[in-house]
């Protein structure tokens, strides 16, 4: 998987969602929330793709039900739009399953949600 070539992302770690609880943004600043919804799942992967492939996993660790991660990226001159991937932990408790893809404005998110059935953005 190669990262794509407009979005430069520098700062990509995951980090826990309290130490940025204060700081409320939106992804034109920098970065945007992820936040698992679910009921028993987690998430093992989150991958965008500008349209030049995909990008490699900002995830650093799980993001087990309930919980939240800060996405941290650099775009000064990235492409905005972009698409949307999210790998979860497979019932063998190793493998990844890729959902559907889903197309998001990357600089314009605060939160993307990750719902058992559902996944969206504001």
Not at 18 to 41: R, V
Request: charge should be negative.
């Amino acid at each position: 998987m190669k990262m794509p070539k407009t979005l430069a992302m520098t700062a990509v770690a995951m980090l826990p969602a309290a130490s940025f609880a204060l700081a409320q943004g939106t992804g034109s600043e920098g970065y945007f929330e992820i936040h698992n919804n679910t009921t028993n799942n987690v998430v093992v992967g989150f991958y965008t793709n500008d349209g030049e492939g995909w990008s490699t996993n900002w995830l650093e660790d799980g993001l087990v039900p309930g919980t939240a991660a800060v996405a941290r990226f650099t775009a000064p001159s990235g492409n905005c739009d972009q698409t949307l991937r999210v790998g979860w932990l497979g019932a063998d408790g190793e493998s990844e399953v890729l959902d559907d893809p889903i197309n998001i404005d990357i600089c314009a998110a605060t939160d993307v949600y990750l719902d058992d059935n559902e996944i969206y953005f504001d």
